[in-house]
């Protein structure tokens, strides 16, 4: 059965850093992309950072260009993502998400991100873990 659960979640104060991941079971991440996405309550769910499956190229949301890294440890089947310089409005609900997702060929950077960071691209989630920063 295709599982993943996310784990490093918790309240932080502001400036502050936490480590999220997202560990799956009953298949091998490592040709997947694997996402990161969040929703706040009252809004939709948000693209935050995804890693492609072939060759690890990493894409980042705009709000969180330069405070999150995006790594992948194939050997622990395990996506990390790596927060720092949290801000209050980072308080969401985090949810790691897969799929095996084939850009077509001459794709440009800019529209491979926008399909990996796409929630609805993605068909296997875990259940998501809550992130609150707050002082």
Do not use: H
């Amino acid at each position: 059965q295709l599982q993943l659960v996310e784990s490093g979640g918790g309240l932080v104060q502001p400036g502050g850093s936490l480590r999220l991941s997202c560990a799956a079971s009953g298949f091998t991440l490592d040709t997947y992309a694997v996402g990161w996405f969040r929703q706040a309550p009252g809004k939709g769910r948000e693209g935050v950072s995804c890693i492609s499956g072939i060759g690890g190229s990493t894409y980042y949301g705009d709000s969180v260009t330069g405070r999150f890294t995006i790594s992948r440890d194939n050997a622990k089947n395990t996506v990390y993502l790596q927060m720092n310089s949290l801000q209050p409005e980072d308080t969401a609900t985090y949810y790691c998400a897969a799929a095996f997702l084939s850009p077509a060929p001459g794709w440009s950077r800019q529209a491979i991100q926008a399909m990996c960071l796409l929630p609805n691209n993605f068909g296997s989630w875990g259940q998501g873990i809550q992130v609150t920063v707050s002082s």
